[in-house]
């Protein structure tokens, strides 16, 4: 009875060290996943705010000039460079299509 007793106390401590286990690499690997999306969120944070933001205060700079008419083409240019670089930051939140 006492060996039964033991057999059963090691199959379940063994059951239970196996089961923390299996949960560690879980949150080991939710941890990974984690931290990748706050890399991918930093890197999105810094494009928008070095590129984008840039881009769009020299044209608020241009656009502020009373002779802004002369740089309408360029302008136009910096805008469609703004809409370019959303659309790829757009598609980097969004993911791979499914």
């Known amino acids: 009875m006492i060996v039964l007793s033991f057999i059963i106390v090691v199959v379940g ?3 239970g060290y196996y089961l923390w ?6 949150i080991d690997e939710l941890r990974s996943i984690i931290e ?5 969120r930093s890197s999105i944070a810094e494009d928008l705010h070095e590129d984008l933001g840039a881009t769009v205060s020299a044209i608020k700079l241009r656009m502020n000039n009373p002779q802004h008419t002369e740089h309408l083409k360029e ?8 809409v370019r670089e ?10 791979p299509a499914s």
Do not use: A, F, H, P
């Not at 286990?21 to 879980?26: L, M, N, T, V």
């Not at 959303?86 to 993911?95: D, E, K, Q, V």
């Open 75 to 82: 302008t136009n240019e910096q805008l469609d460079s703004v």
């Open 36 to 40: 990748s999306l706050e890399k991918e």
């Open 21 to 26: 286990i299996r949960q560690q690499k879980k």
């Open 13 to 15: 401590l063994s059951l």
């Open 86 to 95: 959303i659309r790829i930051i757009s598609r980097r939140l969004s993911g």
